[in-house]
Every structure is written in C-alpha cells, then in structure tokens.
C-alpha cells in the first residue's frame, strides 16, 4: 500500500485507504502560499485548535501525545521536531523550509508521526529516534510503518562543507552514500537519502518509504526555499492525523 497525491487548494495531500476498524490516515505536504494553516485546517476538516503545533529547534527532541492523557499546551511554548500521537481527530505538523518533512503511519497500532529533519537533526537521527520512540510508547514494529517524506532541498542544490561533514563521516558508516561530489570540489547531500538509509537501518522496510523527491530550492514558483530567499522565506506547514 503507497500513498497517492492529490493537490487540491494550494497543498499536496496524501491520502490511504481506510484500514481494518474504519478509520483513515490523511497527510498534506505544503506548498507556499497565503493562510497555510487555514488551508490545512480546511483540508482536514478541523478547527484550527485541533491541531498540534511546536517550535522548532533543529534538535531531536520529541513530543508524545497519549491519547489517555491530556495533551497539554502545543505551539511556541513546546519546543521540539517531531511529534508522535494515537489520538484520533487530531493534527500533528511541522513547518519546512528546505528541511525534510516526514510524515510516518503505523498501520497495526493506529498511531502516527510527524517529523522535521534538517542537516541538525538528521546528524541527530531524529528519524530513527522517532521509530525507537513509536516503539517504546506505542509498541510499533517498524515492519508494521509507512512513511511519506515531502519535498525538500535536493542533492541538487544543497552544498555543504566541514560543519556537516565532519560529524556525518564521524556518524554513519554509509556517509559516502548520501554524498554526491562534483567535479568543482563541491560535496552536495542527499538529505532524503540520508533519512530513507536511517529509517530502513531502524528496521522500516525499503517499499513502505515513499520519497517525494522534489527539491524545494529549483522551485520557487512551488516551494518555499530558506538556502535561496533568506530570513524572507516563509513555511510550508505538513500534518498527519487519524481519522475520528
């Protein structure tokens, strides 16, 4: 089972067959564009306070929301770069700019993820964080995951040198394989590469992680691009929820 896209209303939106119980997973990846979580909330038939919001620190902390337990306070008072929740009729989002965003679902437990993963935290496995911590909460076999990774910045333009490089020879084995050097000396990263290789080290098998693949910074007409426009780049806003 993949999930298909449908754009609709200025955002991409992923949508899955209903699983056994009746219930549905819904995911949108944004693209740029005016009231972006008016849309969503649209998208997803929500009022806007029943979605789940954090501030983002490139870290690789976590927040768990039980649906036995009340959630507490979302929004710039919860600091943190992924989200993970078996609460039905609730969204969880990250906001990205170039970063990757990651949405994962677990089709046996009923419980889903939504993750932000820059060069930060994808040097800090967020990723893979997020799966161990899915399995610890929630008892999720990564065998049991599908994960739908949106657009981000591409191999193609995403240069970077020492202060990435350095801990990403020091960290993963496989580093060479999501490094791409070009003839001028310049290193380039697949950041999706990185994470889909995380992710299936965690266990998630290789056909249930389907990757976007396109690269936010060649597409400013699409995307909004933090590498090419700055402090004046704004933020696509990606979710995932289960249906009520």
Known sequence: MSFHVIVKEGHRAVELPALAGGRKWRAVFGLR???????LAKLFGLQQNQ?????????DSIWVIDASQSPGPSG????ADAIITNRAGMAITVQTADCLPIVIWDEVKEVVAAVHAGWRGSLNAIASKTVLTMRSSFGSDPKSLWVGIGPAIGPCCYEVNGPVLKPLRDRFEYWREVVIKKGNGKEMLDLAGLNVRQLTASGVSPERITVAGACTFCHPERFYSYRRDGNSSGR???GIMIGA
């Open 236 to 238: 696509m806003i990606n």
């Open 51 to 59: 979605i789940a919001t954090v501030r983002q620190v490139h870290g």
């Open 76 to 79: 710039p008072e919860r600091e």
């Open 33 to 39: 564009g005016p009231h972006p979580m008016e849309i």
